[in-house]
């Protein structure tokens, strides 16, 4: 229904479920986003905003945008 990858993260950001949009969205088998896979992925200066956004969304914050770069495959 919706076009975009839905991610469901653990308590400290690991990826937990993947949607299989991650397949034609990225590129990516939605299996290689699980654990730390995500974060490998994010680039080296979006990974502080990328935390931070986690950090607030354990202290009660209903939602946080986040702008990201994501190393893709070719």
Known sequence: IIDAVVLRLGRHGEVLDASAKA???LRLQPELLF???LFE???LADRVGYLSALADMRDGAAMRRV???IRLPR
Do not use: A, F, P
Request: net charge positive; glycine share 16%; charged share 35%.
């Open 23 to 25: 397949r034609t969205i």
């Open 35 to 37: 654990g730390t896979g």
């Open 41 to 43: 992925r994010i680039h």
């Open 67 to 69: 702008d990201l770069r």
